[in-house]
């Protein structure tokens, strides 16, 4: 069974950085085979698309409302996949979850592509 861990979350001003990470481990799960992919959840709203990455790393995607500002990236020998935040504002506050793209029905943005959500983790961008 495969298992996605985020981390690095927190509370941060306006303005500022963070980098998430998320752990893949799975026995039998080959991470560097997939392509991976964050969404972020709000309260009170429906889970949003962010970014997503494809198994090589060279190629990346993101949402209108993050780019410029977010960036993907993967570490294929550490099993690890990154999403840094910068010049967050307020409504980027979200709980941000990894996960890896199974299907390839739709667009990088289609939700219902990717699996294996982990618990996610809280971003708060408050003053």
């Known amino acids: 069974q495969v298992q996605l861990m985020e981390s690095g979350g927190g509370l941060v001003q306006p303005g500022g950085s963070l980098r998430l990470s998320c752990t893949v481990s799975?026995?039998?799960?080959?991470?560097?085979?997939?392509?991976m992919g964050w969404a972020r959840q709000a309260p009170g709203k429906e889970l949003e698309w962010v970014s997503g990455?494809?198994?090589?790393?060279?190629?990346?995607f993101y949402a209108d409302s993050v780019k410029d500002r977010f960036a993907i990236s993967r570490d294929n020998a550490k099993s690890t996949l990154y999403l840094q935040l910068n010049n967050l504002k307020p409504e980027d506050t979200a709980k941000y979850y990894c996960?890896?793209?199974?299907?390839?029905?739709?667009?990088?943005?289609?939700?219902?592509?990717?699996?294996?959500w982990g618990q996610g983790t809280q971003v708060t961008v408050s003053s």
């Open positions: 799975g026995f039998g799960f080959v991470f560097r085979n997939y392509a």
């Open positions: 996960g890896k793209r199974e299907f390839w029905r739709g667009r990088w943005s289609s939700l219902s592509d990717y699996n294996g």
């Open positions: 990455i494809n198994a090589g790393g060279a190629t990346t």
